[in-house]
Structure formats: C-alpha cells, structure tokens
C-alpha cells in the first residue's frame, strides 16, 4: 500500500472514532444509577434503653446514593396520627408526645460529594416509663421532601422506645445447697453473686436482709415445714458493693459453722432489702440457703406415715388377690403389692409403684422388701424421683442379689440415695427371675429429713 491510500485509510478511522466517541457522548449515563435519598435502617426499629434518670441519644442516617456528584436538600418530618395509622398494619403502634423528644435540625444539606447525614434524637425514658398509653410509644419519621428522588421502599423509619427498669439481683435465686456431714469443716462457706441488668457506671451498695417471713411464704406455697438456720450459727457481709464495670458482680459470703447445730435441714432466707441506685428485680431478690446437716447418714429417720397409704399407686395391680398398691404401705409384710398376672393377661415390664408423700421430703435412702420364702420374684429396677408428679427423674437403680448364690435370699433391699429433694417416689421394676409379671413388693420404707 503507497502513502497516498495508508493516509486515505487513517482519516478513515479517524473519522469512526469520533462517531463513535460523540454516539456514545450522546448516551452518557443512559444506564447509570440515579441519586436516591433513603433511610439505610427503615422500617420499625427498637431502641433498648434504660430509666436511669437522664435522657437517652439516638443517632440516624440519611444515605444518598447514585453515580452523580450532584447536591441534595432533604426534609424528614414527623408523621401524623393519621399517616401512622395507615402504616402500622398491627395497630399496636401510638404517637409518641412531643415532648418525650428532641430533634436536631430534620432539614438536611447534602454537598455533592456527602453520602450521609445525621439526625441526634434525645428521648426521656423517665416520660416513656410514665406514660399511662396501653400501646408501643413510636416517633414515626419519613422523609417528606428532597430535591432528588426519594426510595419510597425506605422512607419511613418508625423509632419504638423499649425502656427497661434498671434492677439489680442475685443471680442464683431460689434454693441453693449445701451438705455437712462427719467429715465437713467446721465452717463451711456458700456465696451468692448479685448482678445488674446494665452496664453499670456506678458504686451501688445493696443490704441484705435474712428474711423469715420470706422462709414462711415459701414454706406455705410449696408443703414444706424448714426451720430457719439458727442466728448463731452463721455469719454474712450484709452490705455488698457492685461496682461500676460492665460486668460488675458483687458476692454476698456466708460462713456457716456446724457447731451448734442439730442434724436437719435448715434455711437460710436471703433477701435485697435495698440498693443505693435504682431498683430490685421482685423476681430475684431473695435466695434461699438450704443447709443439710447429717453427721450420721444411717441415723436418718424413716419418714413412712400411715396415711400414704391412700395416696399410693400402681402401673398395674391384682384385685381379685388383694394385692392392691396401697398394701406395700401398710406396715404389713404378710401382704403385698403385685402387678396384674391375670384377668386379663399379665402386666409387661417395667411396673412400677407411686408413692405421694404429701410434702417435699429430703430423701436419703429407700429400703425395698420383697414376699418372704419367694426369691425368684423382683430382681431389678430403678428409684425415680418427682416434686410435682410430671416430671420424673431416675437417681439410682438397684438389683437383688442372685437367689441361687446368696445364702441369705435376701427379702429386704437398702438402696442409698445422694440426698435430694421429692414430693414422690417411684419404685420401678424393671426384671423378674421368673420373668414378667412376677413381681412383688411388700413394704417400701422411705428414709430422709423434714
């Protein structure tokens, strides 16, 4: 190709390019993104805070987005009763009173290169608190004008206040134990950490009282007759210091010193009476120490009474041979409880026997008796443990010693328990030497402390 035709050939493309470039100078933007002003975080939005007594700050954000560099002036404003209601599809949502709020200026300037702005709401929890309205106190907000376009999915931003009584309480409530036997200290020591529901910025003391009447509620509400711990035979800090810190704990400490004391069961009823800032949680406030002291685990008393016997039950019983449930309580070992064996046909395993003590009892031991000259009978099983007859744990099992080897051909069964608490016990049968539905139980004893 001579020169002539390469520079025919160069203004020839030169002159497509710059087509080309003005063709796409023309669309410029076409398919680019325009300016939207948006609230990032719509919708409704909970607020946790706190009634410490001062107010609280809340800050949100008004985005603009898009690809041009372009200046902005924007309005948000407070809906109306009406607008609310339109928006609120629960209608559990009420217009919060001016003046629980402050607003910083809602007239917003965006610059061209600016992405965001704020707006500082200060609300008054103690106001919030105070209002006598059954409904979510809110401050509804949307945004009401603006010189771009407006996203109508995120314009509306409905603040819902949750205010919280700031309490302090102790973080184990309800029935703490613990065991002294033979072998125990002399003093031993139980704690008790008290916690706040907040980041606490402060010194807050609370005292501690030991709470009889509380001890003679719970004594009352739950069947139980415990005596109060003897005054001399414990000490305690009264006043406990939760100091400020985010994970601020105080310790109440009590010493208690078997010394003086008698085998029995014991309470020692705890209860926040005061604290130098805020308030108690009802809920929590009272701890209950409850003390076992048994020196001599075999001297604990059989707690057997004679009108559990209208209060026992079986999974299965034979009528027509008077070996009903209540017989394995009557103090009688020439009678017998016995699963059904006939009419109809025989009861499966596991069978097992109810008995309501009428009280919660600690329970130390249950001793098993099965019918004399009949070791192939009850074999094995397992001791269950209720406080409300619904739920049901399984704390021991047991096992007759095999009648072809034990000489003695053992009728009474000692079963040990780890000292526990229950209103009923259940004694299950789980195997028989002869198989199902040959089993028998002619006395159960119950040993323990009131």
């Not at 559990?92 to 709020?101: T, V």
């Not at 014991?266 to 800032?277: D, E, F």
Request: net charge negative; with cysteine.
């Amino acid at each position: 190709m001579d020169g002539k035709m390469k520079a025919m050939v160069h203004r020839a493309i030169a002159v497509l390019l710059i087509a080309f470039s003005i063709s796409c100078e023309d669309k410029k933007g076409e398919h680019l993104t325009p300016n939207k002003i948006y609230f990032p975080n719509s919708g409704v939005i909970e607020i946790d805070m706190y009634d410490f007594g001062e107010d609280f700050s809340y800050r949100l954000g008004v985005y603009k987005s898009g690809v041009f560099d372009e200046a902005a002036s924007v309005f948000v404003r407070t809906m109306t009763s009406a607008e609310l209601a339109a928006y609120d599809e629960t209608g559990e949502l009420e217009l919060m009173p001016n003046d629980f709020y402050t607003m910083t200026d809602t007239r917003l300037e965006f610059g061209t290169k600016e992405r965001n702005k704020y707006i500082d709401v200060t609300f008054s929890p103690d106001k919030i608190v105070a209002s006598t309205s059954g409904e979510q106190l809110v401050l509804p907000l949307i945004i009401g004008d603006a010189n771009t376009e407006i996203n109508a999915d995120k314009k509306v931003l409905v603040l819902a206040p949750k205010v919280t009584s700031p309490v302090v309480y102790f973080e184990t409530s309800g029935l703490s134990n613990i065991l002294i036997e033979e072998n125990s200290p002399t003093v031993v020591e139980a704690s008790f950490p008290m916690l706040a529901n907040f980041d606490n910025k402060w010194d807050i003391k609370a005292t501690v009282i030991v709470d009889a009447e509380a001890l003679a509620d719970y004594n009352q509400e739950n069947g139980t007759n415990w005596n109060i711990l003897p005054s001399g035979s414990y000490q305690l800090n009264s006043e406990v210091t939760l100091s400020q810190g985010a994970n601020s704990k105080g310790i109440l400490n009590v010493s208690v010193n078997r010394s003086s004391l008698s085998a029995g069961i014991y309470i020692l009823p705890l209860t926040i009476q005061s604290v130098s800032r805020f308030g108690i949680d009802s809920e929590r406030s009272t701890a209950f120490l409850r003390v076992y002291y048994i020196p001599d685990i075999e001297a604990v008393p059989k707690l057997n009474r004679p009108e559990w016997s209208n209060f026992v039950t079986a999974s299965s019983q034979q009528d027509e041979q008077n070996n009903q449930a209540y017989r394995a309580l009557d103090g009688n070992f020439s009678t017998m409880w016995h699963p059904r064996y006939y009419n109809p046909a025989g009861a499966q395993f596991p069978q097992y026997l109810t008995i309501d003590m009428r009280q919660i009892y600690a329970v130390t031991k249950v001793d098993i008796h099965r019918r004399a000259g009949n070791f192939r009978d009850t074999k094995a099983g397992e001791i269950q443990i209720s406080i409300d007859n619904v739920t049901w744990t399984t704390v021991t099992t047991y096992r007759y010693p095999d009648p072809d080897t034990n000489a003695e051909h053992t009728t009474r069964l000692s079963i040990p328990l780890p000292l526990i608490n229950a209103r009923y016990v259940r004694v299950v049968i789980t195997e028989s030497h002869r198989g199902a539905p040959n089993a028998n139980l002619t006395e159960v004893e119950i040993f323990g402390l009131e």
